[in-house]
């Protein structure tokens, strides 16, 4: 996997609502980021483990997706050595302090509710980016 680089970032998108990564495609697209959606998390998986396909630099995640879930999908992305650090955002409708546990022991930076307003989803984007970037490297 190699890494490719924008004015802002690479950002993957997975949620099996259209509305939902057509809204998160054009609004962060608008704001400079290289945007790349699924709808689910297998097809995802399956094309971050081909040799052309760029790394994301945030993960944006619905929790409700069909084959596997949102936590395990998070935990996958925490195993693989390319993405351990990748910083992940969890969409949910549920507001529950229990979901919201249960995203962050899954792996997940920032825990954001349905419906969300772009600007935010934006401004968590490029709040999680500039910590990546301004991180030590270990």
Do not use: H, W
Not at 66 to 80: H, N, S, T, V
Not at 94 to 99: C, E, I, R, Y
Not at 102 to 124: D, H, M, S
């Amino acid at each position: 996997m190699s890494r490719a680089y924008s004015s802002q970032g690479c950002i993957l998108v997975i949620d099996d609502s259209r509305t939902v990564r057509e809204i998160l495609r054009v609004g962060l697209s608008r704001a400079g980021f290289d945007v790349t959606c699924y709808l689910d998390g297998i097809a995802a998986l399956s094309a971050l483990y081909t040799p052309d396909c760029p790394l994301p630099d945030l993960i944006i995640l619905d929790i409700t997706l069909p084959k596997i879930d949102g936590y395990e999908l998070a935990m996958k992305f925490r195993k693989m050595p390319s993405l351990a650090r990748t910083p992940i955002v969890m969409l949910s409708g549920s507001a529950s302090v229990l979901d919201r546990l249960k995203g962050r022991l899954a792996g997940a930076n920032v825990y954001l509710t349905k419906p969300f307003r772009i600007q935010q989803v934006v401004e968590v984007a490029q709040t999680q980016l500039a910590f990546r970037v301004c991180a030590i490297p270990q």
